[in-house]
């Protein structure tokens, strides 16, 4: 059986923290995604998933994310039911997330912040500046080494050094 499930949406609301009564994380989140065609009255039309995450990565997601932020979710469906305050039964399906990456730096619009975030959503060590290891090397931060900078200046390439 198969049961895996990849979004990347906007998240709908502010990460919610809780934690269970043995002290486990669990965050929960909502998560919209734009469908990939219009209605009839040329509208995008989107779908709403509630999320969770728990441990460390529901730290993670509470700490850097917020509504707005751009993030991919990779996980399970999962269905529960529960009785509500009228005594009717209710049946929930929820994504359980694995693994949360981070798409958007965080001072770009939607908010959140990609930081080289990896799988587990342990945060990167002090003075990370993303690029790959292009950044950091030995501890160090060892500034912009970007080779495709271009500081300001027109890029020049032949049409030569095009693999198109």
Known sequence: MINRVVLV???TRDPELRYTPN???VC?????INRPFTNQQGEREADFFNCVVWRKQ???VANYLKKGSLAGIDGRLQSRSYENNEGRRVNVVEVQGESVQFLETRNSGGGGGQRGDDMYGDPPPSGYSGGGGQGQQGGQNL???DPFANQGKPIDISDDDLPF
């Open 9 to 11: 949406g906007r998240l």
């Open 28 to 32: 929960n989140f909502g998560i919209a």
């Open 143 to 145: 500034g912009n080494n």
């Open 58 to 60: 529901a730290e993670n």
């Open 23 to 25: 002290g486990v994380a």
